[in-house]
């Protein structure tokens, strides 16, 4: 309830998790019109997934007790920013992940998969990866023959290299999951999944399943 503490952490998150390389662009540019194609796609794809995590957030939490719901309307909107800009990197918690509902989730799964911005403090696949695979995905449905984002071509190679990072960081989480729930198979599902993108992409959030896991599932965490 402290938005002074909320704002200043909010701040630093984002700070760390865009990254020199694209904090350093804005500075000496400072033009929108001059900033390098990533530092264009991460802006604008970072915006996105802030938004969407707090929406997210805001609404499938904004009734329950156990995690938001006795929150002042200020208290929710603070806590629902401040946890989607933290919920991709940071790991640091206003609510319980063991207690929100299966949406959010789902949705922080993939918040946290994506991560933060190349040439961060942050984990996950990164958010010029997310960036470039929807740029050829929106290329595609435009019937363009290159992936193009702000009027420009992105290269093949670019395109390639995302697409390996995202493959195998997704068979990496879809064959950890699979083992986890084999040896742990009393428990939920879409919480394993929760906590082994959180653990893979380094973010530290959790729903609270490891200190009751066997000591061969802790070992794959670690790994």
Excluded: C
């Excluded at 009734?63 to 989607?84: E, H, L, P, Y």
């Amino acid at each position: 309830s402290n938005p002074v503490l909320m704002i200043t952490m909010t701040f630093l998150v984002i700070l760390g998790g865009l990254g020199w390389v694209l904090l350093a662009d804005v500075f000496r540019k400072r033009r929108i019109s001059r900033f390098s194609l990533e530092t264009k796609m991460v802006l604008v794809y970072s915006i996105l997934l802030w938004t969407l995590g707090a929406g997210v957030l805001y609404l499938a939490e904004f009734a329950n007790s156990d995690t938001m719901g006795d929150f002042s309307w200020v208290d929710k909107i603070m806590g629902a920013i401040f946890q989607s800009v933290s919920g991709r990197t940071a790991g640091f918690l206003v609510v319980d992940f063991g207690e929100v509902k299966d949406v959010t989730k789902s949705t922080f799964s993939g918040l946290m998969f994506i991560g933060g911005a190349a040439g961060s403090v942050a984990g996950g696949i990164k958010v010029a990866t997310f960036a470039v695979l929807m740029a050829a995905v929106i290329s595609s449905l435009r019937g363009r023959p290159h992936a193009e984002a702000f009027g420009r071509e992105i290269h093949q190679a670019q395109l390639h290299r995302a697409l390996t990072v995202a493959v195998l960081g997704l068979g990496l989480i879809v064959v950890s999951a699979t083992v986890l729930t084999t040896l742990e198979p009393e428990i939920p599902f879409l919480d394993i999944i929760f906590d082994t993108v959180s653990a893979f992409g380094t973010t530290g959030a959790s729903t609270g399943i490891i200190p009751s896991m066997g000591i061969a599932s802790k070992i794959l965490f670690m790994i």
